[in-house]
């Protein structure tokens, strides 16, 4: 890429914000890595094309990526902590072993994404879809707001789920069959049906289609 000055890139990802073409959309990652290599604080990302970018490892704390479309995005290792990712398309995006710390992630849509040991601690996810996502192997929920979230037919083998808010998520035919942490308490404030999988420590016993009972053993 052609050294630009710093005002250049900010103009560059203003004036290029649509563009959706590949080779648009890597001029756009380009730039972004080179400021944050450069300590070079980045202009607000929201609403930004972005599909396919690859920002594998690249610090984005704090950034505004509110909208943005990071379909099928490669983002292994990225940081995204305290970021600002409201309503943004992640979906069938490789995030293995990114770092989601205290973002607001609200109804972004995570859907087929793969989410492998993914740090969303303290995350803000109300309404967010993480439908047939892979976010097992050791991904950490702990202490985050998933009210509303959609989990249906995910992934969820090992997750962390300590403290999480899960009221009202959808977790019908997910599988929490390794997961750590779950309560009985948290499950009767989700939505689940026959098709979710629990952890071998928690037992339910159906009374109804929607009714059950459910304890945690030893």
């Known amino acids: 890429m052609n050294a630009f000055s710093e005002d250049e890139m900010i103009d560059y990802l203003e004036n290029h914000r649509s563009n959706a073409e590949p080779d648009g959309v890597s ?3 380009e730039i972004i890595t080179q400021m944050v290599r450069n300590r070079i604080s980045l202009p607000s990302l929201a609403k930004m094309e972005l599909s396919g970018v ?38 069938g995006a490789n995030l293995g072993g990114a770092n989601f710390f205290d973002a607001d992630i609200s109804q972004s849509n995570f859907t087929g994404a793969n989410l492998a040991k993914v740090d969303f601690t303290e995350a803000k996810a109300g309404g967010a879809r993480f439908i047939k996502a892979d976010i097992g192997h050791g991904s950490i929920f702990m202490d985050s707001v998933l009210t509303d979230a959609d989990f249906s ?4 083998k090992g997750a962390q789920m300590a403290n ?13 069959s390794t997961a750590e942490d779950l309560t009985c308490e948290q499950l009767r404030t989700a939505h689940i049906d026959s098709s979710t999988r629990l952890p071998t420590y928690m037992k339910i016993q159906w009374i109804s289609d929607s009714e059950y009972e459910c304890c945690i053993e030893g």
């Open 164 to 176: 999480a808010d899960i009221t009202g998520a959808i977790l019908k035919g997910a599988d929490l």
């Open 54 to 91: 690859d920002l594998c490892g690249v610090d984005l704390s704090y950034v505004d990526l509110c909208g943005a479309n990071l379909q099928r995005t490669i983002l292994i290792g990225t940081l995204f902590s305290q970021a600002d990712i409201m309503d943004a398309d992640l979906s």
């Open 27 to 29: 001029r756009k990652g």
């Open 153 to 156: 037919q995910a992934n969820l």
